[in-house]
């Protein structure tokens, strides 16, 4: 789809969409339609009570000499802020699609009173690109109608100039978004560990990010028995990507922000082996890398002033004749030893190791990782939020902030030091499982921090928000990749220079 930017005129056929400010009624344009109408579309308005709310849509058949004329609410002027608008895009370009439209105009219908300098017009069409992803690489037979026919958007603005150069910069962001809910959605089959890393690869050098692969041989050197236990019974290799972006080479402070993300590229549980039903879910148990993957992506795309790091565990956990098993002890990097009661808790293993590494390599400001971790946080928090649990209430407080300003929601969780006696053990240092069934989440937490020394660090569990099982106005259902535009937000405010 081509988004285009012009100064706000009515074309001279074809489709437009005029955004509408609540209770605020036509813009002089939606006028002019309305009258050459003979006034079809107040009467449209009144009939189905249109008044401009934030979700409300109206589309008018063949008034004046267009083909239709959608009417979509933009809520209250004085609450209307980027995500209102991005959401309004996002409803503009499902109900286009749905009418099967080709191409459209849309025009920010604003009243007479609105400041000159009021310009939505590159979030709304930010809102349409986001919608507009589709995985549909392996349909090999699609209906005509199964296919979306809209392949232009023109969007008015007072200053299109700067309508397009704002749009550019959040393309950049889009576009690592798409990378990620690419990877998110793949089959395990298609993406392993060693094609994961090669996704990566290719996608950020070519971006000016420095890649690193290391297989097997290596992490063994470097002591990961964690991670690499995980991978034991599987037929493919076990991978550590780390990617470098050096955005901000002249800042005093050298120390990156850093990213840390599972990539278990297929979850069956292991010899704890999960049942059948809903297992191809663990495709995507690799969301939290795919998000790290995407952000460095984003930050790379746009330019961000920062240095940041992303280090992504890739491994699949598979139960065969070489797979760890129950009651196995295995010696993380750190040297600490791990008594792995259960194969399926398999994420904060992996994670372990790769925290380590990052906090032992990078001696990071500030750490985040990512991860599918938990069931339980599906329990707790539903598809609304993600968990956030952090040793850094400063820390908290930002990703907090970037969680409201973007829309992936956080909501912070306990991580205190009662949970952290429920992963002691006798055989060994610590146990991946507590004993009982309570607070899941926080286990995993507890367990992951032993690994972080004393980093400023933050663990995202995204287990309920990296998979959609319906559509929303810019996110369709499906992979999400939730926390890209969370943590390019959590860097733009808070980390650039
Ligand atoms: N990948 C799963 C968590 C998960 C479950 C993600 C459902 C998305 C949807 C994770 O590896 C896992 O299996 N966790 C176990 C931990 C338990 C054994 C302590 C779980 O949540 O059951
Ligand atoms: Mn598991
Ligand atoms: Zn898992």
Known sequence: MEINFVKPALPGNGTIVLAIFEERGLGELGQTVDKASGGQLTRAMTAAGFSGKSDETLMIQAPAWFDRVLLIGMGKLDLVKPMVAEAAGG?????????????????????????????????????????????????????PGQKPVLTELTIAAVHPNAARSGFNRAKAVAEAVFFTRDLVSEPANILYPESFAERVRERLTGLGVTVEVLGEAKLAKLGMGALLGVGQGSERETQLVVMSYNGAPKVKNKRPVAFVGKGVTFDTGGISLKPGAGMEDMKWDMAGAGAVAGLIAALAGRKAKVNAVGVIALVENMPDGKAQRPGDIVKSMSGQTIEVLNTDAEGRL????????????????AMVDLATLTGAVIIALGSEFAAVFANDDGLANQLLAAGTETGEKLWRLPMVDSYDKQIDTDAADMKNISDG?????????????????????????????????????????????????????????????
């Open 437 to 497: 069934r309570g607070a899941g989440s926080a286990i995993g937490a507890v367990f992951l921090k032993r690994f972080v020394k004393d980093t400023k660090w933050a663990h995202l569990d995204i287990a309920g928000v990296a998979w959609s099982k319906k559509d929303s106005a810019t996110v369709p259902k499906g992979a999400t990749a939730f926390g890209v535009r969370l943590l390019d937000r959590f860097v733009a405010d808070s980390f650039e220079h």
């Open 91 to 143: 409803g503009i370009y499902a109900q286009l699609v749905s009418a099967k439209a080709t191409s459209a105009t849309v025009i920010p219908d604003t009243p007479k009173d609105v400041p000159a300098g009021f310009n939505f017009a590159a979030d709304i069409a930010m809102g349409a690109l986001l919608r507009s992803y589709r995985f549909d690489k392996y349909r090999t037979v699609q209906k």
């Open 350 to 365: 992996a994670l372990a190791d790769a925290l380590w590494y990052t906090v032992d390599r990078f001696k990071p400001q």
